[in-house]
């Protein structure tokens, strides 16, 4: 079975910086796509930053410029560093992957439990 696990979440004053990491564990072939998404309370969960196998990036308009988005191959790592947080990030953060497990062989969508960005003073 797959799991995605975060880290690094926290509570963190405005404009302060934190990192969070997402590591799938389990048995899998291949992770291809990996990104974030983020849930406030009483909001819909949306899309904050992708990032492709061969580093191709994209972000919601609302984080370009302070977060960014890397991944280790070798270490089925990605991050999401995020600077100059607002008290609007407050969130959960989700990780998300597409990946293939031997036993199917196909593309699957997975997703991680959150981990909680409160950022404020």
């Known amino acids: 079975q797959v799991q995605l696990v975060e880290s690094g979440g926290g509570l963190v004053q405005p404009e302060g910086s934190l990192r969070l990491s997402c590591v799938p564990s389990?048995?899998?072939?291949?992770?291809?796509?990996m990104a974030w998404y983020r849930q406030a309370p009483g909001t819909p969960r949306e899309f904050v930053a992708r990032?492709?196998?061969?580093?191709?990036?994209n972000y919601a308009e609302s984080v370009k410029g302070r977060f960014s988005i890397s991944r280790d191959n070798a270490k089925n790592t990605v991050y999401l560093q995020m600077n100059s947080l607002k008290p609007e990030d407050t969130a959960v953060y989700y990780c998300?992957?597409?990946?293939?497990?031997?036993?199917?062989?196909?593309?699957?969508?997975?997703w991680g439990q959150g981990t909680q960005v409160a950022v404020s003073s």
């Open positions: 389990g048995n899998i072939l291949r992770i291809y796509t």
């Open positions: 990032i492709t196998r061969d580093g191709t990036t």
């Open positions: 998300n992957a597409d990946l293939i497990i031997p036993s199917t062989g196909l593309l699957s969508n997975h």
